[in-house]
Nanobody, 121 residues
Framework: QVQLVESGGGLVQPGGSLRLSCAAS????????MGWYRQASGKERQLVAL???????NYADSVKGRSPISRDNAKNTVYLQMNSLKPEDTAVYYC???????????????WGQGTQVTISS
């Protein structure tokens, strides 16, 4: 089984910063990419940022330039440094990993349990 364990959410004032972490563990043969999605109340889940294990990145326009994503391949961990936070960043943030649990498996999506990020004064 594969587990994604998230940490780092919380309540922050506008303009503040948060760092989200997500560690993948369990039966993992190879990871293609890891990333973060968010879902605000009443809205669909949307990509925030993702990074491949070779270092290529993709960002939502809303966070581009203020929320760099990084990874530690040795630890199967991805980080999202969120800066200049705005009330509209408030959402549940979900970690996502696209990986092969075993050699020869097709790529599969796995999700964390979600962590609440609230931006409010």
């Amino acid at each position: 089984q594969v587990q994604l364990v998230e940490s780092g959410g919380g309540l922050v004032q506008p303009g503040g910063s948060l760092r989200l972490s997500c560690a993948a563990s369990g039966r993992i043969f190879s990871i293609n990419s890891m990333g973060w999605y968010r879902q605000a109340s009443g809205k669909e889940r949307q990509l925030v940022a993702l990074i491949t294990m070779s270092g290529s990145t993709n960002y939502a326009d809303s966070v581009k330039g203020r929320s760099p994503i990084s990874r530690d391949n040795a630890k199967n961990t991805v980080y999202l440094q969120m800066n200049s936070l705005k009330p509209e960043d408030t959402a549940v943030y979900y970690c996502n990993a696209i990986l092969r649990p075993h050699y020869g498996d097709t790529l599969r999506h796995y999700w964390g349990q979600g962590t609440q990020v609230t931006i409010s004064s």
